[in-house]
């Protein structure tokens, strides 16, 4: 049961660091910014699934052995819940309407909560390794 909670939970932290320092990067590296942007757009609902479902699904595997890390990762899913339901089609909202300080206010948002599930994943991971 450890073992399966090490590794979902460090399925969602190596995804997340995938996604937000690989793939994003590279897709406005590599592609013109017209292309680029709505590509990420229709990723990011992906994105956040992936990280709500495996935070939820390591967080209930972690319950019965270690009922602090299962919280964060709880709180993991539930703000990749309103990130996803809330902060970014507020973010999508802003970039159709040209507002650039809502929109940075909002992305510059929704970049602390995905560094804080990295940071959260990080802590559980290295918590539960020493189980």
């Known amino acids: 049961m450890l073992e399966t909670a090490l590794l979902t ?5 190596g995804g997340t660091v995938l996604y937000a320092f690989g793939f994003a990067a590279f ?3 590599a592609l013109p910014a017209e292309t680029a942007g ?7 609902p992906h994105f956040y699934l992936f990280v ?5 699904l390591a967080a209930m595997i972690t319950y019965p052995i270690d009922r602090v890390s299962s919280l964060a990762l709880a709180l993991i899913a539930a703000t990749t819940l309103v990130a996803r339901q809330v902060i970014m089609p507020a973010v999508n909202r802003a970039t159709d309407a040209g507002a650039k300080t809502r929109f940075k206010a909002l992305h510059s948002l929704s970049v602390v909560i995905t560094l804080g599930h990295i940071a959260a ?4 991971i290295i918590r539960l390794a020493g189980l």
């Open 52 to 56: 709500l479902g495996t935070s939820a």
């Open 38 to 44: 709505p590509l990420i757009r229709r990723a990011f």
């Open 9 to 13: 939970t460090a399925l969602m932290f």
């Open 27 to 29: 897709v406005f590296n």
């Open 121 to 124: 994943a990080a802590w559980a």
